[in-house]
């Protein structure tokens, strides 16, 4: 149940930092760029935290 917290927060406070760099910083790049690494760390996001993994153990 933590973990799933943490996790969410954590993600959380990674999109208000990302919003902060678009928002104020005026570099098409680096938007991009941001834009791309927000994205890959929401799907891996996704992955670890919500995706239903099958135990093999």
Known sequence: M???FFATFSMLCMIAFVTIIIWF???WDLRV???VV???ASYDFY???FKNHKDNS
Do not use: G, Q, R
């Open 47 to 49: 992955l670890l935290a």
């Open 2 to 4: 933590f973990d799933k």
């Open 38 to 40: 927000l994205c890959m």
């Open 25 to 27: 910083v005026d570099a």
């Open 33 to 35: 760029i941001s834009i």
